[in-house]
């Protein structure tokens, strides 16, 4: 069964820090590219950034750039978001998603073809 499976979400005050993990089961993570989402409440999912297959190539939303990062690492077959600086407006449900090719156009990922169910992240003091 292919299965991606977020985790680190939590309660943090403005100003502080998570690192978010994606990991895949059932399938290897190594030959897609894979995208954040979020999801706050009362708003449309968005795109928050996307990293190419070899992670050679990472794209950011401009409300994040430069507070958030995204890396893989293949060999655990999973996706980190570290996330910086977080403010109240980054309140919502993440989640990571497999696309169906190995590159991102854009931050926001083209093609999904599997969803992870998503990990709640709280900035609030």
């Known amino acids: 069964q292919l299965q991606l499976v977020e985790s680190g979400g939590g309660l943090v005050q403005p100003g502080g820090s998570l690192r978010l993990s994606c990991a895949a089961s059932?399938?290897?993570?190594?030959?897609?590219?894979i995208g954040w989402f979020r999801q706050a409440p009362g708003k449309e999912r968005e795109g928050v950034s996307c990293i190419s297959s070899s992670g050679g190539s990472t794209n950011y939303a401009d409300s994040v750039k430069g507070r958030f990062t995204i890396s893989r690492d293949n060999a655990k077959n999973t996706v980190y978001l570290q996330m910086n600086s977080l403010k109240p407006d980054d309140t919502a449900v993440y989640y990571c998603?497999?696309?169906?090719?190995?590159?991102?156009?854009?931050?926001?990922?083209?093609?999904?073809?599997?969803w992870g169910k998503g990990t709640l992240v709280t900035v609030s003091s």
């Open positions: 059932g399938f290897t993570l190594d030959y897609y590219a």
């Open positions: 998603a497999q696309g169906r090719y190995y590159y991102c156009s854009g931050y926001v990922l083209s093609y999904v073809d599997t």
